[in-house]
């Protein structure tokens, strides 16, 4: 199995550019599927997008044209590019593996990302 840790995140105005990384160590060989995933204040999590077993990449109709997702797969790195935020962004970030169509079991301590109006 893959660990997974998230970094970057922070603080923006709306309009500005945040750049979120996921390193996936551990049983990197193994196969695995990677996602973002996203909780907004009194909200339940919720999909951002994912990384299939093909290497395929899926990104919710809710941020698709804002957000890029892009894998790195020598350093098994999936980088969440997110331009335009605006304060309804505003959530805790997570990044999670599974082994593709199972249960997601690894997920990162979360990320904070805060859009100002």
């Known amino acids: 199995q893959v660990q997974v840790a998230e970094s970057g995140g922070g603080s923006v105005q709306a309009g500005g550019s945040l750049r979120l990384s996921c390193a996936a160590s551990g049983d990197t060989d193994d196969t695995y599927c990677m996602g973002w995933f996203r909780q907004l204040p009194g909200k339940e999590r919720e999909g951002v997008a994912g990384?299939?077993?093909?290497?395929?990449?899926t990104v919710a109709d809710s941020v698709k044209g804002r957000f890029t997702v892009s894998f790195d797969s020598a350093k098994h790195i999936l980088t969440l590019q997110m331009d335009n935020l605006q304060p309804e962004d505003t959530a805790m970030y997570y990044c999670?593996?599974?082994?593709?169509?199972?249960?997601?079991?690894?997920w990162g301590q979360g990320t904070q990302v805060t859009v100002s109006s």
């Open positions: 990384l299939d077993v093909d290497g395929d990449i």
């Open positions: 999670a593996a599974d082994e593709c169509g199972g249960a997601w079991y690894s």
